[in-house]
Antibody, heavy 122, light 108 residues
């Protein structure tokens, strides 16, 4: 059974940093694209970033480019999101999601974690 | 960036009836369109991909149709557990992957 478990969320001041983690199990982690998707309170889903199975290719939404960095440690079956220069508008539930095999199907999110809440506030 | 527009924002339907949700893309996404269901406090769940293929374990009362720029999610014989928010999402030409703003399906 595929399991994705996010952690690392919390309250941070504007301009601060946070690192989220997503522990994966139940599948061969290195074979799949992984994405981060966020949802501000009461708002729609917003794709944040995606990284290939090897981690060589990583893509970002314009809204986070240069501030958020996705990486992965395949030896640990873990996905990361390093969040720097945080803004109030980054406040959201952050989900990690596993894509289908291949591209562009990697953009279909078959499995989701339960999410971790990031609150940016002074 | 491909903009996804869903209508209506809120849909009120009685249990046992049929619900029809629409999604429009600002340019063709061929059949690279997925639908997700989200209940309060839960992560989204994949319902449909490839515009019309049901994901594993999704009951056949959920069906998707369309291609290009116009798509429809139909839920027949609505059950109480179907009342939720539904999102469409394109994955034809990414990055970025883009979602619609959601349709809230509520009990009439």
């Amino acid at each position: 059974e595929v399991q994705l478990v996010e952690s690392g969320g919390g309250l941070v001041q504007p301009g601060g940093s946070l690192r989220l983690s997503c522990a994966a199990s139940g599948f061969t982690f290195s074979n799949f694209y992984m994405s981060w998707v966020r949802q501000a309170p009461g708002k729609a889903l917003e794709w944040v970033s995606a990284t290939s199975g090897s981690g060589i290719s990583t893509y970002y939404a314009d809204s986070v480019k240069g501030r958020l960095t996705t990486s992965r440690a395949n030896s640990k079956n873990t996905l990361y999101l390093q969040m720097n220069s945080l803004r109030v508008e980054d406040t959201a539930m952050y989900y990690c999601a596993k894509g289908f095999p291949g591209v562009p199907a990697a953009g279909v999110f078959e499995n989701w974690g339960q999410g971790t809440l990031v609150t940016v506030s002074s | 960036e491909i903009v996804m527009t869903q209508s209506p924002a809120t849909l009120s339907v009685s249990p046992g009836e049929r619900a029809t949700l629409s999604c429009r893309a600002s340019q063709s996404v061929t059949s690279s369109l997925a639908w997700y269901q989200q209940k309060p406090g839960q992560a989204p769940r994949l319902l449909i991909y490839g515009a019309s293929t049901r994901a594993t374990g999704i009951p056949d009362r959920f069906s998707g149709s369309g291609s290009g720029t116009e798509f429809t999610l139909t839920i027949s014989r609505l059950q109480s557990e179907d009342f939720a928010v539904y999102y469409c999402q394109q994955y034809n030409n990414w990055p970025p992957i883009t979602f619609g703003q959601g349709t809230r399906l509520e009990i009439k």
